[in-house]
């Protein structure tokens, strides 16, 4: 069974960082394009990695805030964040699409349940 566990959702002033991890399991992150989007006021492909490709993707309202890593030894993902603003305000999902590409906001085979991210001014 395959499942992406996700972590690290909170409150935080403006300016300030978080990071969200996402652990998976009962699947081969090399054969994924895996990372987050987030679900606020509209979806949005917020960051990705592809393993196999040695690529990642960041949207350009994170580009420069934003930085996502993986663990292949714990099939975790990480998205650090910081310089947070209001508008990154919303639920963030971890998604994963076999033999995908990134972006993975609408099109994936597997998302985990999803971290609160509130950012106050």
């Known amino acids: 069974e395959v499942q992406l566990v996700e972590s690290g959702g909170g409150l935080v002033q403006a300016g300030g960082s978080l990071s969200l991890s996402c652990v998976a399991s009962?699947?081969?992150?090399?054969?994924?394009?895996i990372g987050w989007f987030r679900q606020g006021k509209g979806r949005e492909g917020v960051s990705c990695i592809n393993?196999?490709?040695?690529?990642?993707y960041y949207a350009d309202s994170v580009k420069g805030r934003f930085t996502i890593s993986i663990d292949n030894a714990k099939k975790t993902v990480h998205l650090r964040m910081t310089s947070l603003n209001v508008e990154d305000t919303a639920v963030y999902y971890c998604?994963?699409?076999?033999?995908?590409?990134?972006?993975?906001?609408?099109?994936?085979?597997?998302r985990g349940q999803g971290t609160q991210v509130t950012v106050s001014s």
């Open positions: 393993n196999k490709l040695s690529s990642t």
């Open positions: 009962g699947l081969t992150l090399d054969d994924y394009a």
């Open positions: 998604a994963a699409a076999l033999l995908g590409s990134c972006p993975v906001a609408y099109v994936y085979d597997y």
